[in-house]
Structures are given as C-alpha cells and as structure tokens.
C-alpha cells in the first residue's frame, strides 16, 4: 500500500458520557478506545497518525502514544480538527485516513476497503464509510446520486424532513486524498446550526469542484459511536462476541461462550476448555490444553500447557502456573508462581510466593506475607508437603521434600526433609468426655425443675 497518515479525532470531551475521564479513555474489553482504533489502522503502516486531543488531555496523549497529538483548544468542529492535523502533516500528499476516537470497533478490513474504494479508478477526492443504524436520530446523512456516488453529508440538526428520510448515515470515517485535502478543508465554513466546521461538508465542495465521492457500506455494529454509557455497554457486547469467536476459531473451546469474558489482550493456547462463567482482566496468558473451570477470575496471569484452575479460583496479578499445575475451588493467589505440577486444591492464599515443582499445598494454607507493614516472601521447594490449614508467616522458606504438619503456624525456616511441627500438643483425658455429659445433664435437669416452680 503507498503512503498513508491516519487522523484520529478525539478532542470532543464527551459530555454524554457524565464522565470526569476523557470519552475515548473508557474501555471496551480492557483497553481504552482509542487504542482499538489505533490497533485498528496500524495494520496499514500509516507513516503518521495523529490524535486531535483537546486542552487538557495529558492522559488521552499518555494512551495514543507513540502516535502524535494536536491539541485543538477551542474545538470548533471535526473540520477545524482535520485542519489542524492537516497542518501537522506539512507537504503530505498520500492518503489522509480520518478516524473518529469514540467508533471503537471499526475494523481493518473495512479502513482497507475504504482506502482501496478512494483509490478505484477513477479516484476519488473522498471516500466515506457509511452504515445503517437501527435509530439514524443524530448521524449525518449520506445523499447519494443516482450512480451510487456520493453527493453531499448532511447533518442531522441541518437537514430537511426528506433528508432526514435517509437511512445511510455517515460514520464518521473518511479518507481524503491528499492532493485535494487541504483546499477543501480550508474552503469548510461554519454557517450552520452548530456554528462548527463540519468535515462532512468536505463532500459538497468536492462535488461543486467536479471530484469524485464515493461510499461503501459497513455494518452498523461496527461503525456506531459510543457516545453514552449505554452505547458503551452495547459495544462491549459487540466486542465479546467478537473476541469469543476469534478465541473458538483458533482452537479453544467455551463450552458456553457468552457467559465468557476476555480482555482484548487475552492469549489462549489451542485446546484449552473454558467452561461456562469465567472473566480475563488484562494481561492473562494461558497455554495450550488447559482446563478452566466455572466461575475463575483471572488477571495478568501466566498458566502453563495442561493446568487445571477452578471452579471458583482467582488469580491476580502476577502469577505463574507451570505446566500441569492444579488451582482449585476457593483458591487465591498473587505474585506467585507455582511450579511444574504443584498442586493448591481447595481454600488456600497463596501471595507472594515462590513454590517449586511437585508441591502439595493442603486445604486452608495461608502465606501470611502482610505484617501489617510490609510484603514478605514464602519460598516453598520441590517436593514440599505443606499440611492442611498451615499458616506459612513470611518471610520463610520450606525447603525440599519437607513435610509441614497440618495446622502448624511455621515462623521459622524448615529445612529440607525435615517434618515441622508447629502446634499445641494435643492432651487425652480418659472418661472425662462421658463426666462432662453426666454433668450437662445434671445441670438441665435442675433448670428444667426451677422453671415449673
Ligand atoms: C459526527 C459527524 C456525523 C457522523 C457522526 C458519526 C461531523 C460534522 N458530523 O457527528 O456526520 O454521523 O460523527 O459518529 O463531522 N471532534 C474533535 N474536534 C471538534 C469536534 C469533534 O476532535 O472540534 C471529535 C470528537 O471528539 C469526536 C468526533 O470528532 O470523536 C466526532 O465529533 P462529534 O461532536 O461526536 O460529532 P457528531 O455530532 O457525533
Ligand atoms: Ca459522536
């Protein structure tokens, strides 16, 4: 593909979205917006991309980078924004890609038949994705020719009741080509009912100047602005669905896929099994052949080829399942990592932690690394057996083969081999069970008599 410069608008602050952050900083699917549109575009090398950002938007200019930003203060419409951006790209002279922040699923195929429609012979000065939504309310209008070409964008709020008829609404992606772009971004005024420059208008005055316009077609599901938290939701939907079926194409099963949550960065080996109701946060890679079990959470989390995690595990941040690992039912862990084959089967944290390869950790084992101050670190080597309902207080270290009685509290290092014990002795009593009865009864008895007198 020759030359290409993306624009991505998002100065507008999103007013709708009754939101202290900027309105292409929500997420869908874990990921900011605006990084979806970038994702989206950078499949096609653009040699710049440029975000319109407003005054103000350090964060918004945090999360498009590297792509550059121009701050457009005041914002006087999406033309005023293209001009400026306009302006930042100098002498270019390819095409110039517009993108809007807040149509977060565009997809690449579609900016790819946009660019290769403006380019068709004979070229066109403009090419613009146009959709039909279900309620066409706010979008501009496409007004096509009777040759299907495009003749003008009207906006909502400017159009006549016929117009306003019109069911091919402009999504707001468009490419210019470059050679033209600049004279008929400039020739924009703004006499209208927003007194905005608007971009769309861009249509109009190519066509009074004999250039060629034309549209294609992209379904509404992906072209719709999110510009509400109900939109927001909608788009996620959107994107779940996509994720779930990109997920199952590449060989992992979801035994009911739309109760299964991804985040856009979640890797997922071949022949793993999800099973119904699990959620991925952000930065969770999972290898091949896995098992995850109903009601899992799992976030920023290796888990090697063959593990088993759930039902009902959680896994944050940090931490490492090695192949064949097992996490079961009501199991923590954080900044851990559990070796080759180890096992955490029921009811247990595990934080901070090192434990190595064919470990058995027993139910109800805490790593007690809060001192109410600082972390501390639990180190747990090959071949522990750690007993059930052992307080490990960090920072300590089970060594090899070690067996950990069950209920210990250990605060101390245990060597290698070596059985720790860290518990009150247990005491029998002989008969004292069945004097401890007589008395009870006796005592009932007495109060039973009391109560009638
Ligand atoms: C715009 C289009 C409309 C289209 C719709 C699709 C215009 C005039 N109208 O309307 O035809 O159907 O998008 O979603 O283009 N922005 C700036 N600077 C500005 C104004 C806007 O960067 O000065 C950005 C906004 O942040 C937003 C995008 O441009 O990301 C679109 O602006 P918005 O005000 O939402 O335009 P719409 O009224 O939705
Ligand atoms: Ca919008």
Redesign the pocket.
């Known amino acids: 593909m020759s030359a290409l410069a993306a624009i991505?608008?998002?100065?507008?602050?999103?007013t709708r979205m009754k939101s202290a952050r900027p309105?292409?900083l929500h997420e869908i699917a874990h990921r900011p917006m605006l990084c979806h549109v970038l994702d989206a575009v950078a499949p096609l090398q653009p040699r710049r991309t440029l975000v319109?950002?407003?005054k103000d938007m350090a964060a918004v200019a945090a999360a498009a980078a590297p792509a550059e930003t121009v701050v457009?203060s005041?914002?006087?419409?999406?033309?005023?924004?293209v001009k400026l951006a306009l302006e930042a790209l100098g002498d270019f002279a390819g095409d110039v890609l517009v993108l809007?922040?807040?149509?977060a699923l565009i997809r690449t195929e579609t900016i790819a038949a946009l660019v290769a429609e403006r380019r068709r012979a004979p070229e066109a000065a403009v090419a613009v994705v146009g959709m039909r939504p279900a309620d066409p309310g706010?979008?501009?209008?496409m007004v096509t020719g009777a040759d299907g070409s495009l003749e003008a964008?009207i906006?909502?709020r400017d159009a006549t009741p016929a117009q306003r008829a019109i069911t091919l609404?402009?999504?707001?992606?468009i490419a210019l080509d470059g050679r033209h772009a600049r004279a008929l971004v400039d020739a924009i005024e703004n006499n209208?009912a927003?007194r905005?420059?608007?971009?769309?208008?861009a249509v109009a005055i190519a066509r009074k100047r004999g250039l060629i316009c034309r549209a294609i077609e992209a379904p509404a599901e992906e072209?719709?602005?999110v510009?509400s938290r109900a939109e927001l939701a909608v788009a996620e939907a959107t994107l779940q669905q996509r994720l779930r079926a990109r997920h199952m194409a590449a060989g992992v099963t979801l035994i009911d896929p739309t109760t299964v949550y991804f985040s856009a960065d979640t890797v997922i080996g071949r022949d793993t099994v999800i099973e119904p109701s699990v959620v991925f946060g952000p930065g969770v890679r999972v290898g091949e052949g896995v098992e995850i079990r109903a009601m899992s959470h799992i976030v920023g989390a290796v888990i090697g080829d063959g593990a088993i995690v759930g039902p009902f595990a959680r896994l944050r941040p940090g931490t490492e399942l090695g192949p064949r690992a097992h996490v079961g039912n009501f199991v923590e862990l954080k900044a851990a990592r559990l070796g080759e084959g180890s096992k955490a089967n029921h009811l247990t944290y595990i934080g901070d932690a090192v434990v190595g390869r064919e470990v058995n950790i027993g139910a109800g084992t805490i790593t007690c690394n809060y001192d109410g101050f600082l972390k501390h670190e639990t180190r747990i080597e090959d071949g522990a057996f750690i007993g059930s309902n052992a307080a490990l207080v960090a920072p300590v270290t089970i060594g090899a083969n070690a067996i950990v009685g069950a209920g210990s509290v250990i605060t101390r290092d245990v060597p290698a081999d070596a059985l720790a014990l860290g518990r009150g002795e247990q005491v029998e009593k002989p008969g004292a069970a069945r004097v401890l009865r007589e008395r009870g009864a006796e005592a009932k008895r007495a109060k039973a008599k009391r109560s009638k007198v």
């Not at 005041?74 to 924004?81: E, F, I, N, V």
């Not at 609404?169 to 992606?173: A, I, L, Q």
């Not at 905005?196 to 208008?201: G, P």
């Open positions: 991505v608008l998002a100065a507008g602050d999103g309105k292409v319109v950002i407003g457009q005041p914002p006087l419409g999406t033309g005023h924004a809007v922040g807040d149509v706010p979008y501009g209008r964008i906006e909502a609404c402009n999504s707001g992606v209208n927003k905005e420059y608007y971009l769309t208008d072209t719709v602005g510009n």
